[in-house]
């Protein structure tokens, strides 16, 4: 049986309070919650905000929702680490398990070492650094993201599949079943098109929001990268809206939960009710 947890990236534009609102009437049974600002997409800062942060706990508290993981940290060219310190233990001290990692510098041994620099500062507050590949950052795929995890040999890492960046990225459901399970913790879920000649990383631009289907409506491979995976594993489900929907985040909250577990349900694996 598979949790279900609401991806910021779903509603990125509704501020916190209304989000984890959402979340709750919607049935998640967790969330993640963007907590440092990811390059061009809305944020809505927490950190530092005393009466936010009372209220987001007290939310919390009372619905009983669980913070899964923390959004994002980017490892960029000029990144201090120590600018991620106040959002990793506000992390931490809202229950988070897991800070996710983007590897956006061209510099291979910058990168590598800051990627170190940030796993060591996140173990100061029991998180694990959990690692999305995106095909057109400088971390572009699985191959590249083992290396980064072998040679930092760090012991709170991990590795999170977006099912898009997987398969445009090369990746098959086949390359999962030879890794270790325990990099895979929780996994996110939308699905997609690939395009004429895909995959092509080197073709590719940004993602548009037009890109992401519901689970099911789409041509990738989910099921079989399921399959790939350890049963019952959570689901953070990453599905922004379109622009045609027109919809409260409420009401997108519940549709993007209710066609998530329809999906599951089909393929012999039902979500969590």
Known sequence: MNKLMLAPTTLPDTAPIEYIAAAVDAGYDGIGLRLNPSPGLPFHPVVGNAALIAEIKRRLGESGLPVNEILSFYLQPAIDIGQFTAALELGAE????YAMVIGDDPEWTRMRDNFGRLCDAAAQFGLTAIVEFVPRRALANLQQTLRLLQETARPNVAIC????????????????????????????????????????????????????????????????????????????VEVPMRKEAQLSARAWAKLTAEKTRRFLAERGQPGAS
């Open 94 to 97: 809202l229950g988070a398990k």
């Open 161 to 236: 599949i977006d099912p898009l960046h997987f398969a445009r990225s090369g990746a098959v459901p086949a390359d999962l079943k030879k890794l270790d399970t325990r990099l895979f913790p929780y996994l996110q879920i939308c699905d997609g098109v690939l395009g004429p000649g895909e995959p092509d990383p080197d073709g590719l631009g940004r993602i548009a929001v037009e890109e992401r289907f519901m689970p099911g409506e789409g041509t990738l491979p989910l099921r079989d990268i399921l399959g790939a995976l350890p049963a019952g594993l959570p689901i953070s």
